[in-house]
């Protein structure tokens, strides 16, 4: 049997609820191996043979999307059982309970449907094409202001960044192009955010909200503070960058989606990125 090399997927014969491992270094007596179910462990060559995983028993989403070897000493990772253990602890009747739909989702679901009606893809293009782009704005704020997405100081921002007709017509353009435009996404995304930089609102939570209350079956919402909270609990590579970028995008777009599965495979069944979005929101506040 070959020994594992740095970077090899593998298992700990012993241990087989530490799940799949990455070995992060192989040392003269000792080899450091991160494994999915537990963590980062140092193990002894002597008194333990690891067995080399391959194939599509080596894949994992996590382990493919894992922080730098020099980072993990310095986070306390948390595992998905004990993510999941403090979720319920907040909300113990998880996603279908009335008091999380009511606290947690409502907000958001609201300001989806309300969206769907106010900017969907006909009625924005119909709103383009009349130049009605403070009516675009206008509806932009208030389905923003049926969420619990923003603090009161972004809001306050966001509004008063709209209050003229060229950054009206900035965002209104800008904002159609992202939700329903023909370019990449990667292309769309950039455009939104170089427009958000000309109305000096260029953050996190405007880049990603309305992406997010209009597709949450697939886009992720992003809070500089609880996304970075999160990636450092799961141990999870986002590239983070104070100004939105593409690459952080993707990266916390990956942490949603294996969150998603993560939750499910854990018991849990989200209904969408809402239910995740509340996941990492009750996981990243400290």
Not at 87 to 95: E, K, Q, R, S
Not at 225 to 240: D, E, P, S
Request: positive net charge; proline residues 5%.
């Amino acid at each position: 049997m070959s020994s594992p090399t740095q970077g090899d997927r593998v298992f700990h014969p012993k241990q087989k609820s530490w799940g799949l491992g990455k070995v992060l270094n192989v040392g003269p007596d000792s080899i450091d191996v991160f494994f999915v179910g537990i963590g980062a462990k140092r193990l002894a060559k002597s008194f333990v043979q690891l067995e080399i995983a391959e194939g599509a028993a080596a894949k994992h989403r996590q382990l493919d999307n894992l922080i730098e070897t020099s980072q993990i000493d310095n986070a306390v990772y948390v595992t998905p059982a004990k993510a999941v253990e403090r979720f319920l602890a907040i909300h113990p009747d998880g996603f279908a309970a009335p008091r999380y739909v009511k606290e947690e989702r409502e907000a958001s679901g609201r300001a989806h449907q309300f969206c769907i009606q106010l900017l969907g893809q006909g009625e924005i293009s119909q709103l383009l094409a009349e130049s009605r782009y403070q009516d675009i704005c206008d509806r932009a704020r208030h389905i923003e202001s049926l969420t619990n997405l923003l603090t009161k100081s972004e809001k306050t921002a966001f509004y008063s960044a709209l209050e003229t007709p060229v950054p009206q017509k900035t965002f209104a353009e800008a904002l159609a192009a992202l939700l329903y435009g023909t370019d990449s996404e990667e292309d769309r995304f950039k455009g939104f955010v170089r427009a958000l930089d000309l109305l000096g609102i260029n953050r996190w939570p405007y880049a990603t909200l309305f992406g997010f209350i209009r597709f949450p079956q697939e886009k992720a919402f992003i809070k500089p503070t609880v996304i970075q909270n999160v990636a450092k609990a799961f141990c999870w590579r986002i590239h983070y960058k104070s100004e939105p970028n593409w690459r952080s995008y993707t990266a916390v777009q990956r942490l949603y989606n294996h969150l998603r599965a993560t939750l499910a495979e854990e018991g849990l069944m989200p209904r969408d990125m809402i239910d995740v979005q509340s996941f990492i929101w009750a996981i990243g506040q400290k």
